[in-house]
């Protein structure tokens, strides 16, 4: 019991410091701007927008792909890694699943926002036709964001429990809305049960799915003709790419809130060493993939081929690709594969450059190839031969991250970070098994 | 200076009177000036068919060719110096008019068996008033299709219905209908020869509905006789086979005309996953009820 | 004395001649004015509307001077299901790039029928070459309305549709504005309306169907060339067939193994044994509905299209 109250006390969701109430403003404020803006465009079209003819899709699809991707965390942590019992799991799984729902449901939030008919938008489900990949894609996001949904929720019913009895004195609405969620968990072996075999179900279909999502992702782009795009390889690279995302996504978040919330026992260096070592394996299998995609096309490249890749190594978009791929993908294997590199601090810088250069690289896909189209560009106004993201689609792409980040911001506020009950369990499983090793 | 004076005045008459003139002039100018109208008339004739006048008025404004619509024409029958009104009609939106005669009995030709039209318009407050003559005889087209030796021909003669005399060195056209425009069988012109005829081979291979070929042998816009029109339907082309893919299940079909294999795949995938789904929805309030 | 009564009659000579000169001017123009005043036309102004001219510009005109016609495409439109399109067709352009110019009067009469006012033309005639040491041509590229489009399989609405006699269309009401066809379409021949189409009144009244395209243009959804329908309905060749001055372009219906370019009509096969014609990007598959007749033994050198070519233009803006 005593140990059971410092878990409490320890993982118990606490009221926000003057840090998180300013943290939750500033999100708020971004949000607005990107509403107001999002109305502005609604209004006058999304000529507000630097998108035209040519540059069709801009960083709003490539803002879409870097949700579905990061998501993935999800399927990765939580499913893989509890496949094949990887146990030292149990103290990142719930950030993790927290960064999984906030992040696909911003995915399908966003795609929206992309549409310049809104007002259509029932027209996807009235008239919808399977043979278009975008209908795959507004089947398969739904989907996963109820999975997702669903693999937070069943493990969190012990926990909603137990905070219902902590905050039974202090907080009697808090404790009611707790346990009101808690499905009347009593910890009674028939629940027990439904919860395991519930989560056991999960766990198995959230792989495929995953995979599936990305993959179905990755048609939107190789089911056209254009150079770039039309690649065989493009599923399992954006799988690939997303595995990176995700986990980089993750060390981020799991460094920050250990910060804030003073987690130093639960989520020890241990944890990051085994994230870092994750985090290697992902870039490694990324990095294979993106040599299929870009070097070996050079090796015979035709000439629209060859096009596109010199704008990448050494034309318009050099400078981007590079730091792309030098500083998100072979700096952070570098210094991964060392111990020394797989510390926190460290892991947490690296984490940081894999999402952002993650974010650059999801525009490095789209943009390109729409400038360089099979038959040259002429008749249209010099400004559409370029394409750079205008002042509304900054605010509107950066209120879709802030919302993102409010989510996990809230989830994190009402939600035990590190499940309790698991947490206790495991306690004592080692306890027992100490016990008998003594014996 | 007398004389100076006198001069003087007579200069000053001179061009008082000259500037009156103007003036006068431009009052008189105050008043609309009209326009010319361009009237012209073709006459057709459809062998057993119509027969029919087109008219199109036209006019130059301000150096632009205008269609000038919705005015009134009568047309007249000028026989032995007597113009009988025929009909009227009023040009359209496009300033054409088609007027239709019931036969070509209901005009009288002169005594040497030409007809003699007279498309009269009265002129209004834009345009001045114009007329236009259209002078023709009555000929026929006698049109059939034959097969010689495995080949088919278009066959024409050309007969004044006046003394059913055959009418040589006229040139016709024969071509079969199109969308659009026209095919031309053989050369755009064919001469008639001395009995009036002509006789055209037909190129193999052209496709027809059903292998149905409509020909036409036209005598188009002739000084003496109009513009007469024969039609002869042949069996004798190729049938058209519809090749599109409207009707099958593609790729790029609607939606009622999916792939049967995309129709059947994912929706069993999707119904699968999310029949564990809701099962697994429903264990939640298994738990919630236990 | 003399002299005093010369004087005085200089003098009154003088004030006469003046006097008169005044007079006259003075009639005329009282004159001018009085008949200009009787002319006035005794027009009532019921307001004004707004209209696009011939070329392209927006104008204020008396309603009064509007008339109303009465447009038979409503009843004409009834007769088929647009959907279904013309039964018993296949509509193919074949064009001829050995007499390609760079008149663009094509592009013109394109812009102006179907009240283009965006900043991309649905017809673009593109300065080709291939490679430095092959030659350069113009050549004039619209939909090529794909017997196996990949812009209509992508559509997840069913909002572009492909048609029984090979027309490819856009609903304008049902486009949700995903832009995917745009993505998926490798003639770069479609269009956005990124805004509110700048088009005036000049479709008022006119109940919209995808086979009059730019009829009007609708914000926030897709337009390309529409070979026509609303021309074909009436017997009449699409407008950048009648427009081209130099028999570029020819149409028909393959079926008929016809195609014309309004003076000369020809039969298709022998069109394109005769002069090895080809297909855009025959090798993706597309099977596109346009045929190229190769610029061999040109009329016109390429040259003379130069002074016309716009790199960075394609409409006529007001």
Redesign the interface.
């Known amino acids: 019991m005593k140990s059971n109250d410092k878990l409490l006390k320890d993982l118990a969701p606490k009221k926000f410091g003057k840090l998180g109430v300013i943290w939750t403003c500033l999100l708020i404020v971004i949000i607005i701007a990107g509403v107001i803006a999002y109305i502005d465009q609604l209004i006058?079209?999304?000529?507000v927008?630097n998108?035209?003819?040519?540059a069709?899709?801009g960083i709003y699809i490539s803002n879409f792909v870097f949700f579905v991707a990061t998501s993935f965390v999800g399927s990765v942590t939580v499913a893989i890694l509890r496949l094949t019992k990887n146990t030292w799991r149990t103290p990142v799984v719930r950030i993790a699943e927290i960064i999984a729902l906030a992040a696909i449901i911003m995915a399908g939030i966003t795609i929206m926002i992309?549409?310049?008919?809104?007002d259509?938008?029932l027209?996807?489900f009235i008239?919808?036709?399977?043979?278009?990949?975008?209908?795959?894609d507004?089947?398969i996001i739904p989907?996963y964001i109820?999975?997702s949904f669903?693999l937070l929720?069943?493990p969190l019913?012990p926990d909603l429990a137990i905070l219902r009895e902590h905050f039974k004195k202090d907080k009697p609405t808090l404790s009611k809305w707790y346990g009101k969620l808690s499905?009347?968990?009593k910890g009674?072996k028939?629940?027990k049960n439904?919860?395991s075999?519930?989560i056991q179900?999960?766990a198995l279909?959230i792989i495929p799915?995953g995979l599936i999502l990305q993959t179905i992702d990755a048609w939107?782009f190789s089911?056209?003709?254009?150079i770039g795009w039309d690649s065989t390889n493009l599923g399992p690279y954006f799988i690939a790419g997303a595995f990176v995302a995700g986990i980089g996504a993750l060390v981020t978040v799991v460094y920050i809130i250990r910060r804030v919330y003073k987690l130093e026992d639960y989520i020890t260096n241990f944890h990051f060493d085994k994230l870092g070592k994750l985090l290697v394996l992902a870039c490694l299998t990324y990095l294979y993939f993106n040599i299929n995609e870009y070097l070996i096309p050079a090796f015979t490249a035709t000439e629209d081929e060859a096009i596109h890749l010199n704008t990448l190594f050494t034309g318009h978009y050099a400078p981007l690709f590079w730091f792309v791929t030098i500083g998100g993908l072979i700096l952070p294997i570098i210094i991964l594969l060392f111990k020394k590199g797989r510390k926190p601090l460290p892991m947490f810088l690296i984490g940081l450059i894999v999402v952002i250069a993650s974010w650059w690289k999801r525009y490095l896909i789209v943009t390109p190839t729409?400038l360089h189209?099979?038959?040259?560009?002429?008749?249209?106004?010099?400004s559409?031969h370029h394409y750079f993201p205008s002042v509304h689609e900054w605010l509107i792409t950066s209120a879709t991250l802030a919302m993102a980040l409010l989510i996990i911001t809230i989830l994190v506020r009402y939600l035990p970070i590190i499940p309790i009950q698991r947490t206790a369990d495991e306690q004592e499983e080692l306890l027992k098994t100490n016990k008998n090793a003594e014996q | 200076m007398k004389n100076q004076l006198n001069f003087n005045l007579i200069l000053l008459a001179l061009f008082g009177l000259l500037l009156f003139s103007t003036s006068f002039q431009s009052l008189h100018a105050q008043k609309v000036k009209k326009e010319k109208v361009r009237l012209k008339a073709q006459y057709i004739k459809i062998m057993d068919g119509e027969i029919y006048l087109n008219i199109k008025v036209t006019a130059r404004v301000k150096r632009k060719n205008i269609k000038v619509s919705n005015i009134d024409l009568t047309i007249y029958n000028k026989v032995n110096n007597k113009k009988i009104k025929v009909g009227e009609t009023t040009t359209n939106i496009d300033g054409e008019s088609k007027f239709v005669f019931k036969s070509l009995n209901s005009i009288k030709p002169d005594s040497t068996n030409t007809y003699n039209l007279v498309i009269l318009f009265k002129g209004n407050d834009i345009f001045k008033k114009a007329k236009k003559n259209i002078v023709f005889k009555d000929v026929n087209i006698r049109a059939k299709f034959i097969t010689k030796d495995s080949i088919n021909y278009i066959s024409a003669t050309l007969i004044d219905t006046n003394k059913d005399s055959l009418v040589g060195n006229q040139s016709l056209t024969v071509q079969v209908q199109r969308i659009f425009q026209p095919l031309f069988i053989g050369e755009e012109f064919i001469i008639t020869d001395e009995n009036g005829t002509i006789l055209v081979p037909i190129e193999e291979g052209i496709p027809g509905i059903d292998g149905n070929l409509t020909f036409e042998v036209v005598l188009n816009d002739s000084d003496n006789f109009g513009t007469v029109k024969a039609i002869v339907e042949a069996p004798i082309g190729v049938p058209i086979v519809d090749e599109s893919t409207f009707d099958q299940r593609t790729m790029w079909s609607p939606r009622n005309k999916t792939p049967l294999f995309l129709l059947i795949l994912p929706n069993l995938l999707i119904f699968s996953i999310w029949g564990l789904i809701i099962y697994l929805i429903t264990n939640l309030f298994k738990i919630t009820k236990s | 004395m003399k002299n005093n009564n010369k004087n005085s009659r200089r003098k009154f000579l003088d004030k006469g001649v003046k006097f008169s000169l005044a007079a006259v001017v003075g009639g005329i123009g009282l004159s001018n004015i009085a008949s200009k005043l009787s002319a006035k036309p005794n027009k009532s102004s019921g307001g004004k509307i707004e209209l696009m001219t011939t070329d392209g510009t927006l104008i204020e005109v008396d309603s009064t001077e509007v008339q109303e016609i009465n447009l038979p495409s409503k009843e004409e439109s009834n007769k088929y299901n647009v959907r279904e399109g013309f039964s018993n067709r296949k509509f193919v352009m074949v064009v001829d790039l050995a007499k390609c110019k760079n008149a663009l009067k094509c592009q013109q009469a394109c812009n102006k029928g179907h009240y283009i006012t965006g900043d991309n033309a649905w017809l673009k005639v593109y300065k080709m070459q291939e490679s430095k040491e092959t030659a350069p041509y113009w050549m004039p590229t619209q939909c090529q309305h794909c017997d196996q489009p990949a812009c209509v399989t992508v559509c997840p609405v069913d909002a572009t549709f492909k048609r029984k006699d090979g027309i490819v269309l856009v609903d304008n009401e049902r486009c949700i504005g995903c832009r995917f066809c745009m993505a998926a379409c490798p003639y770069s021949t479609r269009v956005f309306n990124w805004k509110e189409p700048d088009q005036g009144e000049i479709t008022l009244n006119v109940e919209y169907t995808p086979d009059y395209a730019g009829s009007p243009s609708v914000k926030g959804t897709v337009d390309k060339c529409d070979f026509c329908p609303h021309q074909i309905v009436k017997n009449e060749l699409p407008f950048c067939v009648t427009a081209c001055p130099n028999g570029v372009f020819y149409f028909g219906d393959k079926y008929e193994d016809t195609v014309t370019n309004g003076e000369v009509t020809l039969r298709l096969k022998k069109l394109l044994e005769d002069k090895a014609g080809y297909r855009l990007m025959e090798g993706l598959g597309t099977e596109p509905s346009v045929y190229y007749l190769p610029p061999v033994d040109r009329l016109v050198d390429f040259k003379e299209g130069l002074d016309k070519y716009k790199k960075f233009q394609s409409t006529e803006k007001s």
């Open positions: 006058k079209g999304q000529i927008t998108m035209r003819d040519y069709l899709w992309d549409m310049a008919r809104p259509r938008l027209n996807l008239h919808a036709r399977i043979q278009s990949p975008i209908t795959w507004v089947i989907t109820a999975l669903l929720y069943f019913l499905l009347n968990w009674s028939a629940q439904i919860q075999k519930s179900i999960i279909m799915v939107l089911t056209t003709y254009r729409l189209p099979f038959l040259p560009i002429q008749g249209v106004p010099e559409w």
